[in-house]
T-cell receptor, first 118, second 118 residues
């Protein structure tokens, strides 16, 4: 079946502009995660969705960042008034559900959106 | 707080040889999951192998095996019979328990860049 898809694959924007990044999870996956990978760095968690609700937004770096999920499927990450430090690869991942004790519930990642803020 | 440490920024190996990528972790929770992902130059994170904290045996997936030493809190990835296509960044990650407030988010190490030489 289809994997996680993200669009756009690349985005170049000017400082101060708003951008929207889209994620289509694997069909049937109720859990959705956004991560950010800055140049040469590991991944940092941004936000988690279970269905349409976001019980964990602890990784959003500022109030310029927001995300929503509709229909328990597509998610959009919005960055308002972009800054140069927002330049990074934004990765989306999905999994079947929350794992219980000892269950794997692997997160499967999309190809990412490479954002460059000039 | 949970933490993942990958002490090898870069490694190289000759084609067909085996290589071990190091990963140590720190957590006070008895229930956790450990993952290895591969990130080729294309940028997508590819799931390789999973080890649960309660698993009695070391995980294996084809040419990948995980040397899990729970008392030492290490989860090293062993790649046997290296291939040129194995050249990539490799990330070790730990999944927080679902009801610890972490909601299954992954915590990543800084990664190890592996180069396979012919």
């Amino acid at each position: 079946g289809a994997g996680v898809s993200q669009s756009p694959s690349n985005k170049v924007t000017e400082k101060g502009k708003d951008v929207e990044l889209r994620c289509d999870p694997i069909s049937g996956h109720t859990a959705l995660y956004w991560y950010r990978q800055s140049l040469g760095q590991g991944l940092e968690f941004l936000i988690y969705f279970q269905g349409n609700s976001a019980p964990d937004k602890s990784g959003l770096p500022s109030d310029r960042f927001s995300a929503e999920r509709t229909g328990g499927s597509v998610s959009t990450l919005t960055i308002q008034r972009t800054q140069q430090e927002d330049s990074a690869v934004y990765l989306c991942a999905s999994s079947l559900a929350l794992a219980g004790m000892g269950q794997r519930e692997t997160q499967y990642f999309g190809p990412g959106t490479r954002l460059l803020v000039l | 707080a949970q933490k993942i440490t990958q002490t090898q920024p870069g490694m190289f190996v000759q084609e067909k040889e085996a290589v071990t990528l190091d990963c140590t972790y720190d957590t006070s929770d008895p229930s956790y999951g450990l993952f290895w992902y591969k990130q080729p130059s294309s940028g997508e994170m590819i799931f390789l192998i999973y080890q649960g904290s309660y698993d009695q045996q070391n995980a294996t997936e084809g040419r990948y095996s995980l040397n899990f030493q729970k008392a030492r809190k290490s989860a090293n990835l062993v790649i046997s019979a290296s291939q040129l296509g194995d050249s990539a960044m490799y990330f070790c990650a730990m999944r927080e328990p679902p009801f610890s407030g972490g909601y299954n988010k992954l915590i990543f190490g800084a990664g190890t860049r592996l180069a396979v030489h012919p």
